[in-house]
């Protein structure tokens, strides 16, 4: 049984950073692309990033492109998502997700 349990998200000031994990069971890690998926409040679920198999293969969303950084550590079944200079407009609950697998999210507030 696949399973992702996310953490990491809180109360963040603008200009300010979070990391994310996401623990993941249940599946071959390896085998799998990952990614991020957020939700604003009031609003759709808006893809973020992916890191595929490999690690170095990663795609963001433009509005994010040079401020999250996402990761995988093979070793620890975990994937990261860190986020630099967040912006209110990061503000969501974020999954992760593989396939049509997904966490139960963890939020993310950015606000002064």
Known sequence: ???????????????????????????????????WTRQAPGKGLEWVSTV?????????????????TISRDAAKNVIYLQMNSLKPD???????????NWGQGTQVTVSS
Do not use: H, I, W
């Open 90 to 100: 990061d503000t969501g609950v974020y999954y992760c997700n593989v396939g049509d």
């Open 52 to 68: 595929y198999t490999d690690g170095t293969d990663t795609r963001y969303r433009d509005a994010v492109k040079g401020r999250f």
């Open 1 to 35: 049984q696949v399973q992702l349990v996310e953490s990491g998200g809180g109360l963040a000031q603008p200009g300010g950073s979070l990391r994310l994990s996401c623990e993941a069971s249940g599946f071959t890690f390896s085998a799998y692309g990952m990614s």
